[in-house]
């Protein structure tokens, strides 16, 4: 509601502002969901913004709840911008959000890209997604509101100790006690992304340095297994990652699994026989002096290979076979 006020009145005054289109997510997960999706829809009409509600329809899973509702809120977003033909696609995630963000993912175990949170702007589904308010304390909002005589909805899950947010955000206040504030969480994912940007510029070096030569459908890549063993850790890790990334069909690369293959292709467990193995969609082999990553065969189907286990069966089990 806050980052509707403010977008509605950041376009009142320019000369030619573009054309804003308020979204809300209906999950189906709570009753009161349709009647606060119609009370911001008549906020909007008050302010001049056209309104949409999307919802999540389906089957919903028992476990992972809100990670699966937050893949299908901005799969529903970016669905709706390409429809309507936006850029981008405003969210109103707050400075606490930041913070809660790091500590889940340090207790998770993520890597530096993790650390890192959430980017102001990053792209999602296509489309870009930008956070205008990252900077800004809830709170800060909360008055925003109250001076704007907006009523907002207290959405009860957000205290739900159910789920991980909801638990992290109730020692938030216990940890600020210790020195771990939200702005120093906040602070630490700042300088990682800093440091981010420094890995990501080595790594694009690096991968000159390796002449990497990728294939021009793009679906092959190869690079010299020598030259990469001699990369820094870091270095050589991203570099295979971002190959797998960019020939893979199958999504992002798993760090930890990612992890595991680069050791097999480290000097001191490589093996002299080759080495094949799949993840996220590539094929990874080391053969020689080089590591070739190309596009993995298509996986047969778990019905296909019954069937053809069944046929086996059947054939070995006739006299003569």
């Avoid at 175990?109 to 296509?126: D, H, K, P």
């Amino acid at each position: 509601m806050a980052l509707l006020a403010l977008a509605a009145r950041w376009r009142a005054a320019l000369k030619h502002g573009p054309e804003l289109i308020a979204v809300t997510i209906d999950h189906k997960l709570r009753p009161e969901a349709a009647k606060e999706a119609n009370a911001v829809k008549r906020h909007a009409r008050e302010l001049g913004v056209k309104h949409r509600t999307l919802r999540w329809t389906g089957p919903k899973p028992k476990a992972g709840l809100q990670d699966a509702a937050r893949t299908a809120r901005y799969r529903l977003l970016a669905g709706e911008a390409a429809k309507v033909g936006a850029r981008c696609v405003l969210t109103a995630h707050t400075f606490d959000d930041q913070a809660e963000t790091v500590l889940i993912r340090l207790a998770r175990g993520s890597g530096l890209s993790g650390l890192a949170a959430m980017a102001r702007e990053n792209e999602m589904f296509g489309t870009c997604i930008v956070r205008p308010l990252l900077d800004v304390p809830k709170a800060r909002l909360i008055a925003t509101l109250a001076k704007l005589g907006v009523v907002y909805a207290d959405d009860p899950s957000n205290r739900d100790p159910r789920f991980t947010r909801a638990r992290v955000r109730s020692l938030m206040p216990q940890l600020a006690v210790e020195g771990l504030t939200p702005e120093r969480l906040v602070l630490l994912a700042q300088r990682i992304r800093r440091s981010e940007a420094a890995l990501q510029a080595a790594v694009s070096q690096a991968a000159d340095l390796l002449a990497w030569s990728p294939a021009a459908d793009g679906r092959l890549i190869e690079f010299s297994a020598g030259e990469f063993r001699h990369l820094p850790d870091e270095i050589a890790l991203r570099l295979l990652g971002r190959a797998i990334a960019q020939v893979g069909d199958e999504g992002p690369v798993e760090l930890g699994k990612l992890e595991r293959l680069f050791c097999e292709l480290r000097p001191e467990t490589a093996r002299s026989v080759p080495i094949r193995r799949t993840l996220a969609g590539a094929l990874v082999t080391l053969k020689g002096n080089r590591v070739v990553v190309e596009r993995a065969p298509p996986r047969r189907r778990q019905t296909d290979r019954r069937i053809s286990a069944l046929t086996t069966r059947k054939s070995a089990s006739r006299p003569g076979s």
